[in-house]
């Protein structure tokens, strides 16, 4: 650093002028106050409107507390199944070519494309009572659609390529020079998969975990569908929250809807976090850097 | 422990990889796969390995066929091109990862895992980095520990795919050395692949030289340099100038010239044909006069005296590019500038005849 250099700083070839640069930080900034930030706050705002007290007993309320456990169970079915599911898609797709891979590809991105309410139509539509499938069950004492199972199956659909786009890329970013040793090694496939193929993807498998989670819980539309809205029974947190409001018991549904926009948060933390250990395992792969340490 | 392989055949769609390949392996033996990208050496490599399945023929460890052999059963050590080291497990438990998944009932105990492991990275002088990850090891670093993790399971074969192609020049020569003092203390039957004619001559006891899925060459670096089979193998080996003519009766002809030679390397070719007349850069000497039939004239162009030997291109009379190495002497005895008329005389070269 000489003075000269500070003491008339120039700017950098690739920088825009200042002005530019200012009016676009404020232009970002109105926006995620518009969108982002008044919204949250005034999600506990409305909340706690009627006090503390209000708050609490809105969400300790026999039905918020079922809707609050459906949600959570229907959650812990679906991730690890997508997780399962992730794996297993993202590996044969990563390690191998085979006719019909490019197919599979775009049947993983379907519940992506397709809205979620026709997602549950089309649930209604196989497994409803007027179905043959649906009927048959019905006759068995099973019911799928407005029951839990539907609620289930519909949040395992529109989940369904959370996992598996995460690991995808990972996969094959990682290669599969590390397994072929491994089994030269004298590994089995489980010791293989668990001490070197886990190990490898686990930050991105563990963000898929987090965004298949946050997405269980906060679906509305397909489980809207499949629901049937029994209260205490088929409601969800979201389908709960609106059902409060078109009760107009907005503290309440402010108050449960204060539990959604934490998980929110608490999604986004975990996926900053994550993100950050998942990005130099990409780089390290595209780039062998060579740093000599003796 | 010997290794055969018999009429293998491995194709990738419609990509012949490996063509009909017969090789034999002695015990003990560091053999050279010698080829371009492509020529099929890495396939291989990999078949002998179990990592690839060839689609005819049949590789015997020992005598024995070993196709329903697995991967994991076979007893061989495989160092890959990028090392593939485990990037989550430090060198120390990258090393024991070999000890570590033996069946429980076999295994040995963590002590001892912990000398074999120490002991091995000894051997490649780096048990000071057992603490290490690989990210935080520099690429010669990196490549000794895959032969230490690799030497752990006490393979009967070791098989080395570019085992040095990633490394910068000065620490690849000194890694060649290693290897070989290595082989030389160990005596394992060890297997490489390289594209580095240098490499290969240098380190390996047999060479075989590969192109395109087939094999053209088998033989020492003595035999392979000194005594190619065919003009590939002799163009591969080192740097050459290719003169193209045509013998008519027995006589060579360059452009419109006839040219006498001595010491002509020729194998069994028609009378009449085209020649490709092969001379290695250092076996052109520079002449000022012409000496009868057996030089030819040529312009100097360039002239580049960096290196123990000075490298002189010039112009052959019927436009061919010519690269010629002379010693510093006789390029100070020589006075040669650039547009200089001068005269090549071959001492020794290849001439290869192909009918027309």
New interface residues.
Partial sequence: MNSKSQAEPKRPGTADPSWVRIALIATALVFLSLFLFIPVIAVFAEALQKGIGAYFAAIVDPEARAAIRLTLMTAAIAVPLNVTFGIAASWVIARFDFPGKQTLLTLIDIPFSVSPVIAGMLFVLLLGVRAPLGGWLANHGIRIIFAEPGIVLATIFVTFPLAARELIPIMQAVGS??E?????????GW?MFF??TL??VKWGLLYGMVLCNARAMGEFGAVSVVSGHIRGHTNTMPLYVEILYNDYQFAAAFAVSSLLTLLAIATLVAKYYLERRVVP?KQ?QEE??????? | MSIELRNISKKFGDFVAVDNINLHIETGELVALLGLSGSGKTTLLRIIAGLETPDTGEVLFHGEDASDVSVRERKVGFVFQHYALFRHMTVFENVAFGLRVVPRNARPAEAEIARRVHELLKLVQLDFLADRFPSQLSGGQRQRVALARTLAVEPKVLLLDEPFGALDAKVRQELRRWLRRLHDEIKITSVFVTHDQEEALELANRIVVMNQGRIEQIGSAEEVYHHPANAFVYNFLGNVNLFHGRIENGRVFLGDTAVELENTHAHAHPETGKAVLYVRPHLLEIVLRPNGKQTFPATVKSINPAGPQVKVELVAEWGDMVQVEISHERNQTLHLETGANVFLKPKEQKLFVYQI
């Fill in positions: 020079e590390e072929e040793a491994a089994i030269v090694l004298g590994a089995g010791q001490r070197v190990p490898n395992v390290e062998p850097v060579v740093k000599v340490a003796a």
